[in-house]
């Protein structure tokens, strides 16, 4: 997810969201990620998780730090890159430039050793210049990895040897336009998501060709729908009311679309001032959680249907959470969210069910984050990796690492096997986080 440093007769924005945008929800719940595959215990095989939903249901983890710091078990370097991290099996897999082209890279889990790389295309970075590589996270469905690349290019791999199954441009393959040199415009970045036999993607176009699904065997377009604006968010696969759907952020409204057909159930119109919406939204039961930054801000939905009717009511609307490429996390009917766009960013408390704030404190300042056993475990812009308490009490942080990255931080962490995997714009870490 990108975010502008805007040129040519609009307020300059200092900051890009090239991070992949991230929204959390606790307890997991068997409503998310409907009908898609059920994945092996300790493994994070897209955006977010097993659940795309940023928590690990993992236990017995080492979170206090300032007791047993976490060991460093590898370190790769793979390139410059926005993506997320996925981990499944023994392997691990991530985008990123080399040279004049972007990549999928895979590692060994066990050794940090690299297995293979594919390449996507031709290396990929916006007008702007805020940063190369790609940006959507891999899916991995059983022996199969699915990847969008920044200019389009969604493909099919074998996860064990890299090796293309298929491979189409979705904006050629849906009419969609390819927004590409485009001032504000920063690259496909939302990670593609697998729905029973189906790939879905959000190219953006303004011909029904918003969301299209492909077929995963072999690429072919199966279905194009809706006419809203690009986003930078990443789909999801739900229930509401009892009803599969799947749930789209576009760049001005969020969808609940019939996933066999794409037709639009219901929409919810929610926006900032450059249409640049990058978080995926949460689902709470019959409940939706979307925020955004630029003074969009946060809105808590009720969405029911009576008689085939879809209704969506706001709960409450508020810019006291403004989220820019992280999204928030509830856990305990609290929400934690990382609030601020051009200044300085704070971490927020907001109460889940009147949206009014709780608390505020200034670290992690600009950060992601994800949830396991109640905590939050934030990865701040500088590199620095911080597990705090998740409490109505306040900011209480168990211990930090300074340094863990040198560079521009802005990827989701993942977690998987006992075993924390973070990454900036040169570097791959692999943290220890089991107890001893």
Known sequence: M??????GGLQPLKWC????????????????????????????????????????????????????????KWIAEPGAGYTSIAVFQQRVFLGAQRGDS?????????????????????????????????RATPTIDGDYLYG????????????????EVWKVNVFKETGAKDPAGENLYWGMSGSPLIFGNLVICQPGGDRDNSVAAFDKETGEVVWKAASDYRSYASPLAISLAGRKQLLCYAGDALLGMQPSTGHILWRYPHQNQYKCNCATPVVLGNRVLVSTAYGGGSALLNVTTTDKR??????WNSRRLQSLFTTPIVIDNLIFGCHG????????????????????????GRCTMIAAERHLICLSEDGTLRVV???????????????????????????????????????LVCLDLQRN
């Open 310 to 315: 879809w209704s969506v009511h706001e709960r």
């Open 17 to 72: 969201i090239l991070a992949l945008c991230s929204l959390h929800i606790s307890p997991l719940s068997n409503w998310a990620q409907e009908g898609t595959t059920t994945f092996p215990k300790h493994s994070w095989p897209q955006f977010l998780g097993p659940m795309r939903n940023g928590h690990s249901s993992e236990g017995d983890l080492n979170l206090d730090w300032s007791t047993q710091p976490p060991r460093t």
């Open 389 to 427: 308490k998740a409490t109505r009490d306040g900011y209480l942080e168990r211990g930090k690492i300074d340094g863990l990255l040198r560079a521009k931080s802005w990827a989701t962490p993942a977690l998987a096997g006992g075993h924390l995997f973070a990454r900036d714009q040169q570097r």
């Open 102 to 134: 972007d990549f999928v890279v895979c590692y060994n889990r066990a050794t940090g050793r690299e297995e293979w790389a594919y390449v996507i295309g031709r290396g990929y970075q916006d007008v702007q210049q805020q940063g190369p590589g790609p």
């Open 148 to 163: 969008l690349g920044p200019a389009g290019h969604l493909f099919c791999l074998t996860a064990a040897d890299g090796r």
């Open 341 to 364: 766009d051009l200044g300085i960013c704070t971490l927020r408390c907001l109460d889940l069910a009147t949206g009014k704030l709780v608390w505020t404190a200034r670290e992690p």
């Open 2 to 7: 990108l975010c502008p440093y805007l040129r």
